[in-house]
């Protein structure tokens, strides 16, 4: 599990346990207890899963600031795979807050049970009116709970697409029939970006390693396309249903993330101002982010990069979808004026940008300047498995094979599978 995330707060556990026992109507601001239920995903243990329970037994249903903190500290049990909060999260179902018990099906799904009463409690909740079905139906597929098939199937026509996408998935998974598999693929070409990371996630479960290729291909952040090749590869690989060199040029493509590479969902009527498109890095939507990026080198060649430093210097500094963008496109325009910006990116350890670390060593691998060698030899110590891997693209790129030996004894499988290619 990555936990570079994990305690941005900075609160001890002790004080952690110390608000979230304060009585709400004594504390000056509410959403410190959120923090504090955040911030508990830090310190597993008895004292914490101890200290969650009482924040879901002493929250007040009726008040919403209450009511927001009860979801976090169910949802902090589950990735805390807190089992002997089962109980206490069980009568979580009964809310009528659709968050909690959304929260409440993902965290029993996240620790695990074959308990029949509890799967049963959560398959009843498809027949109830207003759920978000999605994490429910997902949850039992997980569990192989053939006994909700048929109140499964009902969703398999369902007008949201992402509940739609894990309806189709669960019944391939429970009947082993992947004849609709299909309509799931198709969803990766959907506008709704919701549908396109719920149904990567629905082939990854269901294993259909045929994705492969049309999920590096899927318009959404290439930290989702880089998750589903490495878990359905290393899965793959281990069962001797595919080898390395199925998966290794879909892997290359994403990291280099080049909109060409990709199957756009959006298009323009007309081609837009180049204020616009450097605008639209910031979407939250990469759909949108790939279009810009590609009508950025295609029609504005010479302007673009003197003003993807503006906008750097302006707000991309500071927003790590556009960080990514910007670092990335220095790289596709081959701008060797940003070596040095490129250089600091490359090592900037903030979790939020971690992603475009990996940009910087393709973009670096992409300026072909060799001065880049020693910094991005230096990546090979991180633990960051696409950093790694982007910095032996980019070593490649400029020539080097002196990081040979480095890699050779890496405990990542794909670094080590990726210098076995090259031999």
Not at 322 to 329: E, S
Request: hydrophobic share 40%.
């Amino acid at each position: 599990m990555d936990k570079r995330f994990y305690n941005i707060f900075g609160l001890t556990q002790e004080q952690a346990i110390a608000i979230i026992d304060t009585p709400i109507e004594e504390m000056e601001d509410p959403s410190d207890k959120y923090v504090a239920v955040s911030s508990l995903i830090s310190f597993p243990g008895e004292a914490s899963v101890a200290a969650l329970i009482r924040a879901i037994q002493n929250s007040d249903p009726n008040q919403l600031d209450q009511r927001i903190i009860r979801r976090k500290a169910v949802e902090s049990l589950g990735r805390l795979q807190a089992a002997s909060a089962l109980p206490v999260i069980r009568t979580c179902l009964q809310d009528n807050d659709i968050y909690t018990v959304e929260n409440s099906v993902w965290a029993i799904g996240e620790i695990g049970t074959q308990d029949p009463g509890i799967l049963e409690d959560i398959a009843k909740l498809l027949e109830k009116p207003g759920q978000i079905y999605r994490v429910i139906i997902h949850t039992l597929a997980n569990a192989d709970y053939r006994p909700a098939l048929e109140r499964i199937r009902q969703f398999i026509q369902a007008e949201d697409e992402p509940t739609r996408s894990a309806a189709i998935a669960a019944v391939c998974r429970l009947t082993g029939d992947y004849s609709d598999i299909e309509q799931i693929i198709a969803l990766l070409q959907s506008t709704n970006l919701n549908a396109r990371r719920g149904c990567i996630q629905d082939l990854i479960d269901s294993l259909y390693y045929a994705a492969i290729p049309k999920i590096a291909r899927c318009p959404v952040s290439l930290v989702f396309r880089l998750r589903a090749i490495r878990l359905m590869g290393q899965t793959g690989i281990e069962t001797g249903e595919i080898s390395f060199s199925d998966i290794q040029p879909y892997l290359e493509q994403v990291l280099l993330d080049h909109p060409d590479d990709m199957d756009l969902v959006h298009e323009y009527d007309l081609v837009p101002s180049l204020e616009f498109l450097i605008s639209e890095l910031y979407q939250t939507d990469f759909g949108r982010c790939y279009l810009a990026t590609k009508t950025l080198l295609e029609s504005y060649p010479e302007q673009t990069p003197t003003a993807l430093l503006a906008t750097y210097e302006a707000a991309a500094y500071n927003d790590y979808g556009a960080h990514y963008h910007v670092m990335k496109l220095f790289g596709h325009f081959q701008y060797a004026p940003a070596y040095d910006l490129l250089v600091q990116n490359l090592h900037n350890r903030e979790p939020q940008f971690q992603k475009s670390r990996a940009a910087c060593a393709i973009s670096l691998g992409q300026l072909g300047d060799p001065r880049a060698i020693p910094e991005l030899k230096a990546c090979l110590e991180t633990k960051i498995w696409d950093l790694k891997y982007a910095a032996l693209m980019a070593l490649e790129q400029l020539g080097d094979t002196t990081y040979r030996e480095i890699a050779a004894q890496d405990s990542d499988w794909l670094i080590r599978a990726k210098l076995g290619s090259g031999e």
